[in-house]
């Protein structure tokens, strides 16, 4: 199976603050992968796939980027609703596989 | 709108089966392309996915778990359901199902709030 590794496992931010987080394959997935944001008790939602395509209606401060084997989310000025776990998946190969999760956290 | 809700036994107690049910909305299983997944999280790991039935009730496994998982479809009730034989304490975790966004292998859009499982005698 395609190994998946987020880093970090969490931070600390500040609203306004630009976050990156990154998703590392461990092979080649070109660029299928997405990103997703979950919060505790409620439906993990996606924010983007192939990479870089925003899901329709995700707030456009997300962005995402990579191909190959080293993807970056990226948060442009972190909003109060932001902090949250963030997770990679990739659907290139089959099974499909899940990063470990980014929790952000307020500073 | 997509919306997603898992169903199932809370305490399900070691060698017993499992059965999960997702109930769905906003879209027809029986449309071209559709697929629902079924994917699960133990505590404190990462996700992993379990299953995939296909609008054509082509199905996928979880090759570790082939033996041990079935899923089936309900289209008259808006329903996907996933069976788990013999569970063990490992598979405690909590449950999600997703809707697989056309065209896009495994990619999934829309997903459910998750159903927790515990396994324990």
């Known amino acids: 199976d395609i190994q998946m590794t987020q880093s970090p496992s969490s931070l600390s931010a500040s609203v306004g603050d630009r976050v990156t987080i990154t998703c590392r394959a461990s092979?080649?997935?070109?660029?299928?992968l997405a990103w997703f944001q979950h919060k505790p008790g409620k439906a993990p939602k996606s924010l983007i796939y192939s990479a870089s395509r925003l899901q329709v209606g995700v707030p456009t401060h997300f962005s995402g980027s990579g191909s190959g084997t080293d993807f970056t989310l990226t948060i442009n000025g972190l909003q109060p609703e932001d902090f949250a776990t963030y997770f990679c998946q990739q659907y290139n190969y089959y099974p499909p596989t899940f990063g470990g999760g980014t929790k952000v956290e307020i500073k | 709108q997509i919306t997603l809700k898992e169903s199932g036994p809370t305490l399900v107690k070691p060698t017993q089966t499992l059965t999960l049910t997702c109930s769905f909305s906003g879209f027809s299983i029986n449309t071209t392309g559709v697929a629902v997944g079924w994917i699960r999280q133990p505590p404190g790991k990462a996700l992993e996915w379990l299953a995939l039935i296909y609008w054509d009730d082509d199905k996928r496994y979880r090759p570790s778990l082939n033996s041990r998982l079935a899923i089936t479809k309900d289209s008259s009730k808006n329903q996907v359901i996933l069976t788990m034989t013999n569970v063990d304490p490992v598979d405690t975790g909590t449950y999600y199902c997703?809707?697989?966004?056309?065209?896009?292998?495994?990619?999934?859009?829309?997903w459910g709030q998750g159903a927790p499982v515990i396994v324990s005698s």
């Open positions: 997703a809707h697989r966004r056309a065209g896009l292998t495994f990619f999934f859009d829309y």
């Open positions: 092979e080649d997935i070109s660029h299928h």
